[in-house]
């Protein structure tokens, strides 16, 4: 009888650790942002080029990975918009987009420094550097400046 229950422990202790290692790849891989590395990207409502096309986006777009379907990524955006994108569309630069109406690009991580130009919300943006709560930025155009790590998400 003693054998019996460290079998049926041994069991359930196997199966515990089964569903970790089912659960944990989803989560992890759940939390991953990719950045669109084309010029221009189709955002489409379905895993396939037969799905339509619901808005298209600029290279360093950032996205999180929600789901995996064969070659197919389920996205959602820094507005919480979920939609579809080829996987050969996005790498692993670090992309972030503006989320403020105005914000301010600066020669230098600094509110003092000057502006070198002004962004609306939904920009897409390289980065190249942090410094505490700045962040070096690229445009897909070469403009280059900071921004303050709020503005952006």
């Keep these: 009888m003693k054998q019996l229950n460290i079998d049926v422990k041994i069991v359930k202790a196997m199966l515990a650790i089964t569903a970790v ?20 990207a189709n955002i489409r409502s379905g895993p396939g080029t037969k799905y339509d096309v619901l808005w298209q986006v600029e290279q360093y777009h950032p996205f999180t990975i929600i789901e995996k379907q064969e070659d197919w990524y389920k996205i959602k955006d820094f507005e ?9 569309l996005l790498d692993k630069t670090e992309g972030v987009i503006t989320k403020k109406e105005q914000c301010n690009i600066r020669s230098k991580p600094d509110t003092k420094s000057q502006i ?33 790590k709020t503005l952006v998400w």
Aim: no cysteine; proline share 3%; glycine share 8%.
């Design 80 to 88: 919480n918009d979920v939609a579809w994108l080829h996987k050969s």
């Design 21 to 40: 290692l089912f659960i944990l790849p989803g989560f992890v891989f759940a939390q991953e942002r990719l950045s669109v590395s084309a010029g221009i």
């Design 116 to 148: 070198m130009f002004t962004v609306e919300k939904g920009v897409p943006f390289k980065v190249l550097e942090r410094k505490k709560n700045w962040i070096k930025i690229e445009h897909a155009d070469g403009d280059i400046g900071w921004i303050y």
